[in-house]
C-alpha cells in the first residue's frame, strides 16, 4: 500500500486530523500566551511591559478570532457543530470547547479590551464621523460616561478579569492538551504532562510573538524600540522557555526510561519519520537555539542593535518550533499503528478544506484582523484621544 | 445613586450576557431533537431509525423454508455448517421475490478460496492445491458444492 | 424443487416469523423484542479461522461499507519461534479477497478476525462531544449519524481501529453488530457467512446460550486487556503476539 511500511490497521492508514488540527492550538497557544504576557502588567505589575499591554490584547483578540475557523473546516458536519453547546457530552473534554471560547471571548478578553479602551471609545464616538461613529458608538452600549469615578471601577473590575483571565486562558488551552492526553489509545499522546507542556509552550510562542509584533509595528511607525521593554519580555521569555525545554525532557527521559511496549515504535518514528520536523525543526532550530540566544542576552551585556537582532531571530525561531511540537504531537500522533508494527505517511492536499492553502490562508488571517483593529483601536500611547490615566486612590468620593 | 451611575455601563455589558443566555435557552428548547435523553446521553430514536435499515442477506432458515431438498443433501455432508449465502451471495431480494434470479456461481474462485492449500490454515482443514489436485478439471466434476463428499464412479 | 412437507411445517413458523421483520424493516414491526433482555456480544475462534474474508465481503454487502474501510477486516500472523514481540502481520485490503498462499516454515501462522468490540467501558462513547455515539441497552455501541458531526474523536479514541470517517456521508461509522438484523431474529452477517463457524454472536443474558457454558470450558482473552476498555468480543486460543 502506498506510504505503509509495516502493517497498520486497515482503518489507519489515511490521516484523519489534518494541518488544520496542527493550527488550532498553535492558535490558541498564541492567544493564552499574549494574554499572560498582558497579565504581567496588570496583575504583576511589572511596568517595563506597559507598552505591550494593550497590543498583547489585541492580538491575543486576532488570533481567537480566527480560532474556531480550523475546526470548523475540519468537522465532516460544521452545520451540527451547536450542538456542542445544546447537548454538550458531560464525559468529553471537546465538549468544553463551545463553553471555554464563548467565556474567554466575551467575559475575559472583550470585556477587558472593552474596559480599558472605553474611554478611548467613548471620544471617538464623539469626534468621528460617518460609519465609524455609528461602530464606535454601539462599542459604547449606549454609555457616555467616562467620569473619573467610571474609569476607576473600570480599572478595578478590569484588574479582576484579569485575575480571572489567567486560569481562562490555562483552560482555553490546557483543555486542548487534555484531549491528546487524555487518550488511553494513542501513547504518543497519552500523558498527564501534556496539557502542562502546551500551556508553557503556549506562553513561549505567545509572548515571543507579542515581542515580534511589538518591535515590527514600532519600526513600522519609525520610534525607537523600548529597550527595557524588549529585555524584560525577553527575559520572560528566557525562564519560561527553560520551564517548556525541562517539561519536554521530563517527558522523553521518562519514556526512555520506562521503555514501554510502544517505545521501540514511537522511538522508530522519531528517528525516521519525525526526524526533520521532530530533531532538526522543533528541537535543534526551535528549542536550543533561541534558548542559546535568548542566554546569551541574558548572560552578557551587548549593544542594543545586536540584542534586537538576537531576539528577532529568537522570536521567529520560537514560532517555527512551537508549530512544529504541534505539528509533532497530532501528526506524530497519527503516523504510527496502534499495532506497533507499522507506519503511514501524512499526505496533505493543497487545495482541498483541509489542505495547505486552508492552513496558509487561516495562518495570515489574524494579521489581516489584528490590522484592523490596530486601526480601529490603536494601541500606541502616543495616540490616545486625550487619554488619562485612572488611579482609584485619587478619585475623591463625590457626595 | 451615583455609584449606579459611574457603574451603569457595566450593567449594560451584563445585560448583553443575559439576553444572548435567554435567547440560547429558547433556541434549544426548540432544537434539542424530542428523544434526546431517553436511554441516555443521545437521542434515542437512533436506536429505531437503525434497526430499519435494510437486510440483504436473508439468512439459511429463511432459504430452507422453500430449498429443503437441499437442506436434506447438505445437513449429512462436510458442508452442513456452511450456509446458503455464504456461497450464493446476499438473496434477500430472491427471497422477498422469488422470480429474482440468484446470480451464477463461479465454482472456480469460489471452491479455491476457502480450499486452496496454505500453510497458514489450521492444519485439520481440508485443503487442496488447485494445479495439482484436479488437472484442471472443475471442482464439481467430482465434488457437488452441497454435499461435498467424494461420490463413487459409475454411481453419479 | 422437492419440499419435504413435514420439514416445510416444521422450519416454516420459526423462519417465517423472522422473515416478516425482515421483510416489513420498519422498527414498529419487531415488537417481540425487548432491548433489556438482550447482552449482545459475539466469540471468535481462531483455532477456526480459515483466512478466506467471507465475512468481509458479507460484512460490506450488507451494510454498504465503502472502498478501502472497514467494519471487520481479517489479520494474518506469522509469528516465527520464540519472537513473540515482533510477529509479521498482513491485512491486504482488509482480508477481502483471502490471503495469498504460503508454504511450511519454522514459524505458524493463524487468522484473527477483528471488529468493533462493542466495548462495555467504551473510550469511544466517553470522548463523543454531542451523544452521537453510545451504547444501547442491549450492549450494542452505535453511531447516530443524523447526529454527529464528524470531528473524529472517537476514531481516534478507539485502541482498536475499529472506527472510520464514511468518505461520503462525512460521519463516524463502524461495524453495528448488524443492529437492523439482530434486533430482528436474524444473526449478523458475518456470522451468517462463515464458513466454518469462527465467527459466533452471543446473548450474555440468554441463560441458554452456548457462550455460557463455552467461557466456562475454554481459554478465552479479548484484545488490549489492558485498556480496562470492558471488550464483549472474546477470543479462543488468543495467541499472546496479536497486536
Request: with cysteine; net charge neutral.
Amino acid at each position: 500500500m502506498n506510504g505503509v511500511q509495516g502493517f497498520m490497521y486497515p482503518n489507519e492508514v489515511g490521516l484523519i486530523w489534518s494541518v488544520l488540527i496542527v493550527l488550532y492550538p498553535y492558535i490558541t497557544g498564541l492567544v493564552a500566551g499574549a494574554f499572560i504576557l498582558a497579565s504581567l502588567v496588570r496583575v504583576f505589575n511589572v511596568k517595563a511591559v506597559a507598552p505591550t499591554y494593550r497590543l498583547a490584547l489585541l492580538t491575543a483578540l486576532s488570533f481567537l478570532i480566527v480560532a474556531p475557523l480550523p475546526l470548523q473546516l475540519h468537522l465532516g458536519h460544521p452545520e451540527r457543530s451547536p450542538e456542542m453547546y445544546f447537548t454538550p457530552h458531560s464525559t468529553s473534554a471537546m465538549a468544553m470547547f463551545g463553553f471555554v471560547y464563548l467565556w474567554y471571548l466575551m467575559a475575559v478578553l472583550v470585556f477587558e479590551i472593552w474596559l480599558d479602551y472605553r474611554q478611548d471609545i467613548v471620544l471617538f464616538s464623539r469626534s468621528t464621523t460617518g460609519l465609524k461613529r455609528l461602530l464606535y458608538k454601539v462599542m459604547t452600549l449606549g454609555s457616555d460616561n467616562i467620569s473619573p469615578r467610571s474609569l476607576a471601577i473600570d480599572h478595578k473590575v478590569g484588574w479582576i478579569v484579569t485575575i480571572i483571565g489567567i486560569p481562562s486562558a490555562f483552560i482555553l488551552h490546557g483543555y486542548v492538551g487534555f484531549i491528546f492526553g487524555s487518550i488511553k489509545a494513542n501513547p504518543w499522546w497519552n500523558s498527564p504532562l501534556m496539557p502542562v507542556v502546551f500551556i508553557f509552550s503556549a506562553m513561549v510562542s505567545g509572548i515571543a510573538a507579542v515581542m515580534l509584533l511589538y518591535m515590527a509595528t514600532t519600526k513600522y511607525r519609525k520610534l525607537p524600540i523600548d529597550m527595557a521593554c524588549v529585555d524584560t519580555i525577553a527575559m520572560y521569555l528566557f525562564y519560561i522557555f527553560i520551564i517548556d525545554f525541562s517539561l519536554e525532557m521530563l517527558d522523553l527521559i521518562h519514556r526512555i526510561y520506562e521503555a514501554d511496549e510502544s517505545f521501540r515504535s514511537l522511538d522508530f518514528m522519531v528517528h525516521t519519520k519525525l526526524y526533520f520536523s521532530h530533531l532538526v525543526l522543533q528541537l535543534l532550530v526551535g528549542t536550543l537555539t533561541p534558548i542559546i540566544l535568548l542566554g546569551i542576552t541574558q548572560v552578557t551585556k551587548l549593544p542594543a542593535i545586536i540584542r534586537q537582532r538576537m531576539y528577532i531571530v529568537a522570536g521567529c525561531l520560537v514560532q517555527i518550533g512551537i508549530f512544529c511540537m504541534r505539528w509533532n504531537v497530532v501528526i506524530g500522533g497519527q503516523l504510527f499503528s496502534k499495532s506497533f508494527l507499522g507506519y503511514t505517511t501524512y499526505k496533505m492536499a493543497l487545495a482541498t478544506r483541509e489542505g495547505l492553502l486552508a492552513a496558509v490562508i487561516l495562518s495570515i488571517l489574524p494579521f489581516v484582523i489584528l490590522f484592523v483593529l490596530l486601526k480601529l483601536l490603536p494601541p500606541w500611547p502616543d495616540k490616545q484621544p486625550g487619554h488619562i490615566e485612572a488611579d482609584s486612590k485619587q478619585i475623591a468620593i463625590e457626595a | 445613586m451615583n455609584l449606579f451611575k459611574d457603574a451603569g455601563h457595566l450593567l449594560r455589558f451584563a445585560f448583553l450576557f443575559v439576553v444572548a443566555f435567554a435567547v440560547f435557552l429558547v433556541v434549544r428548547h426548540f432544537v434539542v431533537p424530542k428523544s434526546f435523553g431517553q436511554y441516555g446521553h443521545y437521542r434515542g430514536a437512533a436506536i429505531a431509525e437503525i434497526a430499519a435499515r435494510p437486510v440483504h442477506f436473508a439468512g439459511h432458515e429463511t432459504c430452507e423454508t422453500c430449498h429443503a431438498d437441499v437442506l436434506d443433501m447438505k445437513k449429512t455432508g462436510k458442508h452442513a455448517n456452511v450456509n446458503c449465502e455464504a456461497c450464493h451471495g446476499p438473496l434477500a431480494n430472491h427471497a422477498n421475490d422469488p422470480s429474482i434470479t440468484p446470480p451464477k456461481l463461479d465454482t472456480a474462485t469460489l471452491c479455491i478460496r476457502c480450499h486452496a492449500a496454505s500453510a497458514a490454515k489450521p492444519k485439520g482443514f481440508p485443503q487442496v492445491d488447485a494445479d495439482q489436485h484436479s488437472g484442471g478439471l472443475a471442482c464439481e466434476t467430482c465434488h457437488k458444492p452441497h454435499n461435498p463428499a467424494l461420490v463413487a464412479e459409475g454411481a453419479k | 424443487m422437492n419440499l419435504n412437507r413435514r420439514h416445510f411445517l416444521v422450519m416454516l413458523p420459526a423462519a417465517a416469523i423472522a422473515w416478516k421483520y425482515v421483510l416489513a424493516g420498519t422498527p414498529e414491526a419487531s415488537p417481540n423484542y425487548t432491548e433489556a433482555e438482550h447482552w449482545w456480544s459475539m466469540l471468535i475462534d481462531i483455532p477456526k479461522c480459515i483466512g478466506c474474508g467471507n465475512c468481509v465481503r458479507a460484512c460490506a454487502a450488507e451494510n454498504d461499507v465503502p472502498e478501502g474501510h472497514f467494519r471487520t477486516w481479517v489479520e494474518r500472523y506469522h509469528v516465527t519461534d520464540a519472537d513473540m514481540v515482533n510477529p509479521e502481520v498482513i491485512s491486504p485490503d482488509g482480508g477481502k479477497e483471502g490471503f495469498p498462499s504460503v508454504g511450511e516454515d519454522a514459524g505458524k501462522y493463524f487468522f484473527v478476525p477483528k471488529m468493533c468490540n462493542h466495548c462495555a467501558d467504551s473510550p469511544c462513547t466517553q470522548v463523543c462531544p454531542v451523544g452521537a455515539t453510545f451504547i444501547t441497552p442491549d450492549g450494542v455501541v452505535l453511531v447516530d449519524q443524523t447526529y454527529c458531526l464528524g470531528c473524529a474523536y472517537c476514531v481516534q479514541a478507539c485502541p482498536y481501529g475499529c472506527r472510520y470517517i464514511h468518505p461520503e456521508k462525512k460521519v463516524a461509522d463502524k461495524c453495528t453488530l448488524c443492529y437492523h438484523r439482530i434486533s430482528k431474529g436474524l444473526t449478523t452477517a458475518c456470522v451468517e457467512n462463515c464458513p466454518t463457524g469462527a465467527r459466533q454472536l452471543c446473548d450474555l443474558k440468554n441463560p441458554n446460550d452456548p457462550i455460557h457454558a463455552f467461557l466456562k470450558t475454554h481459554h478465552v482473552q479479548v484484545l488490549k486487556p489492558q485498556m480496562a476498555t470492558g471488550a464483549k468480543v472474546f477470543y479462543n486460543e488468543l495467541d499472546g503476539s496479536v497486536r
